[in-house]
């Protein structure tokens, strides 16, 4: 088993940036794919990002892609989401998953693959 700890959100203004950062404890976090989902108010919870267990393969949904990038530190035990020109669409509850049952790409992309939430980080980004 492994818990996830998510930290870093807040409030900023449109075209700001901030990095989110989850943290991970208990079994080992190399070897799980782990990806960043986003819940908007009365929204479903969608992927945005996710990386594979290594860090070699990512994803990025469109919506994000050359504004976003996920990373992971294998050897901290953390997971990093950098967001840049940040948008008011981006603002969410910004959870952290991880999963064991990754395929041959290492990336997880559908929220069932996923077993290990965080409670999640809030982000708001004022207009």
């Given amino acids: 088993q492994v818990q996830l700890v998510e930290s870093g959100g807040g409030l900023v203004q449109a075209g700001g940036s901030l990095r989110l950062s ?8 190399a070897t799980y794919a782990t990806g960043w989902f986003r819940q908007a108010p009365g929204k479903e919870r969608e992927l945005v990002s996710a990386i594979s267990w290594n860090g070699v393969n990512t994803y990025h949904v469109d919506s ?3 504004r976003f990038t996920i990373s992971r530190d294998n050897a901290k035990n953390t997971l990093y989401l950098e ?4 948008k008011p669409e981006d603002t969410a509850v910004y959870y952290c998953a991880a999963g ?4 041959t790409s290492g990336l997880l992309l559908t929220i069932r693959g996923y077993d290990y939430w965080g409670q999640g980080t809030r982000v708001t ?3």
Wanted: glycine residues 4%; charged residues 20%.
């Fill in 125 to 127: 980004v004022s207009s």
């Fill in 100 to 103: 064991t049952d990754w395929p």
């Fill in 83 to 86: 967001m840049s020109s940040l």
């Fill in 64 to 66: 994000v892609k050359d």
């Fill in 22 to 29: 989850c943290t991970a404890s208990g079994r080992s976090f």
